[in-house]
């Protein structure tokens, strides 16, 4: 079975007012970096990263040289929303025939490597599924695993919502997980959100060093 993500780095940040995949949340570890740097982990092949064409790409991570293959993709279309960038990176999959697909987005980077794992594995348990998705704070939302079942309606999708109308609607058959930390729904929409991001991002690998150093 083989699975290809697709990761969604082409946002407007209009909200934020400066391109939130470049900023910083420490020294040398920008935001967009910190799920992309996981989803590299899960052999996913390829893994598509779609991103603005005025994207001068500094924010993302050195290739992690482990299976699978990233390649970037400029999204000519990514101002007219968000499903326009699924669909890019879906275009930049297909063909490799993949028989799903991970889709994430670069503004949440508390997704780890374990959840995507999980998501995958329950669809090689249940190939029938239409999708595998997230849930956290009692909403579905991303990362999120589509068979290649829903491609074509993922390239109907249109607007700002991307693949929300799929995972709500009562037409697909779909399984929900919940998310493997209370922080991986956190994402960065406005320079507050941001700010709450980058503390817990802190604290948290704060926690991490001192564990190591016990």
Known sequence: MKVAGIYLAAGQSSRMGTPKVSLRLTQGVALGSVALSELERCGLEPLAVVVRADDKLEWLPPESGVRGSRRT?????????????LRCGLNAVLPTEPDAVVVALADQPFITAGLVGRLIDTFRRSPDLDYVASRGDGTIMPPALFSKSLFPALQ????????ASILHSPVYKGAVIEGDSPLFSMDADTEGDFMKVRRQWLLRNDRNRDSADM
């Open 73 to 85: 993709e400029t999204c000519l279309t990514a101002h007219l929303g968000l499903s326009f960038s």
């Open 156 to 163: 109907q999708l249109d607007g700002d919502r991307g693949a």
